[in-house]
Structure formats: structure tokens, C-alpha cells
């Protein structure tokens, strides 16, 4: 173990909720490296302040969470593909030269959830239906189209932010009404739910699935409750289904790797340890 305590962390407004700091905290303990992780609550006014302190402070760089994102994406000097495409950053390393580069994961964290739990399943197997059209579906239909989704579903209760995510994104999206969410399901291949109904706390998530496909894979990106009402139901009529817990676990991984240079694996311990957290 090397004598330099190497730094990262996690910044929001609040942050208390967060489980990046158990998660990197199990890595930095498996892996045996002499890191920390820790949480930091940075108000709006204070981001770029705090940003352009990571090197000083002697950080190797910081995961960003709500409400910070967006704005990350102005302050940062470099960013990736994903990043600006997105619209958003939730990764900064510190680079060599003390300049701010950002990514984000989200995206890989998705896609690497599902060929986790199913590996058999693959985006140009046939349509895919997403519905919500927030930050998170964004992030979702890049990583669907870079991944060759023949055929994007877009599904919105407000159908103007859904019109306008299609313009922006182009390619393959094309716009549905909620009110026939359930006809669209016809012969779709993957339904994603990036909305916050069926969250615990919020109303359910109401779609009956009566001609979405059985081969269809169903997925989640809430993970509070695990299993949702929408992956409850997709499982008993034989859907195969992910939960949402994993996309957080995998989008983790690129950052870990940059910070502490170690590329670390998804688990069924990490998982375990994770979910325990949650129940305290």
C-alpha cells in the first residue's frame, strides 16, 4: 500500500442521501488501497469554487450529483462525447496539469447493468420503449442509440418535453402519447422506466403490459423499492427483468478506475453490502 492518500469524493446540495461514499468505501477496502472517499454538501453559489479547489486540496476528482450536473458541464475544461451530448457531467478527474475534465457514466452504467444481469440481451434486438424524458432518459436514449436500437419509443406525460428531447437527439426517437403507452408496447423488445413513479414516496406507475412482448426485457431505473410494481408484474408474466441498484454500482466504475487506478468489478457482495446500507 502506497504511502499517498489518494482523494476523491462526491458533491450535491444535499448530500446526505447519498451511497457513493459506502460504495467507493467498500472498493477502497477490497482492493486495499490507501484512499477515502468522503461526501461533500457544496451550495450552487459555491461550485465552481469548489471545483477549482480539487487540486489544491490535493483531490484526484469528484462524483457529481443533483443539482449540480448541468452546471459542472460550463466549469469543467474538457469533457467527453457523452458528457456534452448528455448535457450533463457526473464525473471530474483532476488531470496532471490541474485542469478539470468531465464525464459522464450514466449511459455505461445503464448498459453495463443490463448485459450484467442479461447477458443475452442486446439493443438491435427490436424497438425499445422509454418512458420519462428527464435528465436520466436522456442519458438512456444516447446509450440506446449508440448501442443500435433500431427504434426508440419516447413517452412522456408532458409530450412537449419529450417532442423537444427528440428534435434535440434525433436519429431513431420517435414520440408517443401516454395515454396509449400501453399499445406501444407491441412488439418492443426493451421498456425502460426513467420516470420517478413507482418510487418509493410517489404514485405507481400505471401500464398494463398485456401486449408487450414475453421475450421483452423490462428494466428499472428506480431502485427504491428494488422491485417495483412495473418489474413485479413484467416478472410474473415471464418478462426478464433488471433492477435499477446496478446502473448506480456500474456508472461508479470509470471514476473509481481515473482516481484511485484500479478497475473494479460489480459484485454480488458490493450488491449485498449496498442494499444493507440501504435497509439501515
Given amino acids: 500500500m502506497s504511502d499517498q492518500v489518494l482523494k476523491a469524493g462526491v458533491i450535491g446540495w444535499p448530500i446526505d442521501h447519498s451511497l457513493s461514499p459506502h460504495l467507493h ?32 486540496q490535493g483531490r484526484r476528482g469528484t462524483n457529481v450529483t443533483l443539482p ?53 440481451w442486446r439493443a438491435d434486438n427490436g424497438p425499445a420503449v422509454v418512458l420519462g424524458a428527464g435528465g436520466a432518459a436522456r442519458a438512456i436514449l444516447i446509450a440506446l442509440q449508440g448501442a443500435g436500437a433500431p427504434e426508440i419509443r419516447l413517452l412522456n406525460r408532458t409530450k412537449s418535453r419529450a417532442d ?23 412488439e418492443a423488445e426493451t421498456l425502460v422506466n426513467t420516470t420517478s413513479l413507482g418510487m418509493q414516496g410517489q404514485s405507481m406507475l400505471d401500464i398494463d403490459l398485456a401486449q408487450l412482448p414475453e421475450t421483452a426485457l423490462v428494466t428499472d431505473i428506480v431502485y427504491t423499492p428494488l422491485e417495483t410494481d412495473l418489474l ?21 466504475r470509470p471514476g473509481f478506475a481515473a482516481w484511485f487506478g484500479v478497475e473494479p468489478e460489480v459484485t454480488d457482495e458490493l450488491r449485498s453490502h449496498i442494499l444493507s446500507v440501504m435497509a439501515n
Avoid at 34 to 56: K, Q, S
Avoid at 169 to 176: A, T
Fill in 25 to 56: 468505501g467498500y472498493w477502497l477496502k477490497e482492493y486495499n488501497i490507501n484512499g477515502v472517499y468522503e461526501a461533500f454538501a457544496v451550495e450552487p453559489e459555491n461550485l465552481e469554487t469548489h471545483l477549482r479547489g480539487l487540486a489544491d
Fill in 68 to 120: 449540480h450536473k448541468e452546471a459542472t458541464l460550463a466549469i469543467v475544461d474538457q469533457a467527453d462525447d457523452q458528457a456534452r451530448k448528455i448535457g450533463a457531467v457526473n464525473t471530474v478527474v483532476v488531470q496532471a496539469d490541474g485542469t478539470l475534465y468531465g464525464s459522464n457514466s450514466d449511459g455505461f452504467g445503464f448498459l453495463e447493468n443490463l448485459k450484467d444481469h442479461q447477458p443475452h
Fill in 164 to 186: 423537444d428531447l427528440a428534435v434535440e437527439l434525433g436519429g431513431s426517437i420517435k414520440i408517443g402519447d401516454w395515454e396509449n403507452r400501453a399499445e406501444i408496447l407491441a
Fill in 232 to 252: 413485479k408484474n413484467a416478472k410474473a408474466r415471464g418478462n426478464p427483468t433488471v433492477d435499477g441498484l446496478g446502473m448506480l454500482l456500474h456508472q461508479a
